[in-house]
């Protein structure tokens, strides 16, 4: 069941790169809450070897079903935002984008683009209230010996 969501907007960057089998990289950089005063595409800067650009349009969704996959992703050293990306008309588009690190590993698992971005500090702050009110970590059990 969906106990919580937030709009955000993805930011995507080309770079040029020189390689034998591809003239550019894409990827996405990063995450921020889109409090709904942005266009669905929006150039933020090009030259011939980078081009920023940021995408609305998409929502972090909280289900307690993933849980223990917030947690982890909470209480990680550095805590990211996994983005899935498909080309689309030649250019990255984000698909997707969750706070769960087993979704994230199975973003990542897929096949497809996929890449993990720093969360920024509101987005921490929400999955991080949203935890504290819908979810006990699971008492952590010692050795077993027998």
Not at 45 to 72: K, M
Request: negative net charge; proline residues 7%.
């Amino acid at each position: 069941m969906k106990m919580s969501s937030m709009p955000i907007a993805v930011i995507m960057q080309r770079r040029k790169v020189e390689h034998r089998w591809a003239d550019e990289a894409w990827s996405a950089v990063g995450v921020v809450p889109d409090r709904g005063n942005l266009p669905p595409l929006q150039v933020l800067g090009e030259s011939p070897e980078r081009d920023y650009y940021l995408v609305s349009g998409l929502e972090l969704e909280l289900y307690t079903d993933e849980n223990e996959g917030y947690y982890e992703n909470c209480m990680a050293p550095e805590s990211k935002v996994f983005v899935l990306w498909r080309m689309i008309d030649g250019r990255a588009m984000p698909v997707r984008a969750s706070v769960s690190y087993v979704e994230g590993t199975r973003m990542f698992d897929s096949g497809e683009a996929a890449d993990g971005v720093a969360m920024p500090a509101d987005i921490y702050a929400w999955l991080a209230g949203y935890l504290r009110e819908h979810y006990t970590p699971r008492p952590r059990r010692g050795r077993q010996h027998g």
